[in-house]
């Protein structure tokens, strides 16, 4: 059986007061950690961000523990003042959330920001 991918967190370009970080392979027990610092640098940065938007397109796959680092990213945002958005979420990261009753605490977009000047104040239902 194949081991899950590590994960990988990189920032992508954004439009100002939007810190875009982009997940790649598995948000897991073994890899909670780098996805925990990824957002707590996001988050305490020398600007706090309007925005924190975290592009799941290459998120492979997320267990619960990785769900726990993203919640625990939300209320940190919240509390900093900065939104918190979930970009592109995988079907089997939908489903965790359905499952667990939490994709009413997240807002999604269906893409990752990248425009300069690109609004994220409200968005529009996803079909």
């Known amino acids: 059986m194949p081991a899950q991918p590590a994960l990988t967190v990189s920032r ?3 439009p100002p007061g939007t810190v875009v970080i982009a997940l790649r392979g598995s948000a897991d027990m073994d890899t909670a950690p780098v ?3 990824a957002l707590q640098e996001s988050l305490g940065a020398t600007s706090v961000p309007e925005v ?3 592009d799941c397109a290459g ?5 619960s523990t990785g769900l726990n ?4 990213g939300r209320m940190a945002a919240i509390e900093g003042g900065s939104a918190f958005r979930l970009a592109a979420p995988s079907r089997q990261a939908v489903r965790l959330l359905e499952i667990t009753g939490t ?3 997240f807002d999604v977009l269906p893409a990752a920001p990248i425009l300069r000047g690109a609004r994220l104040g409200g968005h529009p239902p996803l079909s």
Do not use: K
Not at 69 to 72: A, H, Q
């Open 59 to 63: 998120l492979e796959f997320c267990d």
């Open 52 to 54: 924190l938007v975290v």
């Open 103 to 105: 994709d009413t605490l």
């Open 12 to 14: 992508r370009p954004a």
């Open 35 to 37: 996805l925990a610092r």
């Open 69 to 72: 680092e993203l919640l625990t």
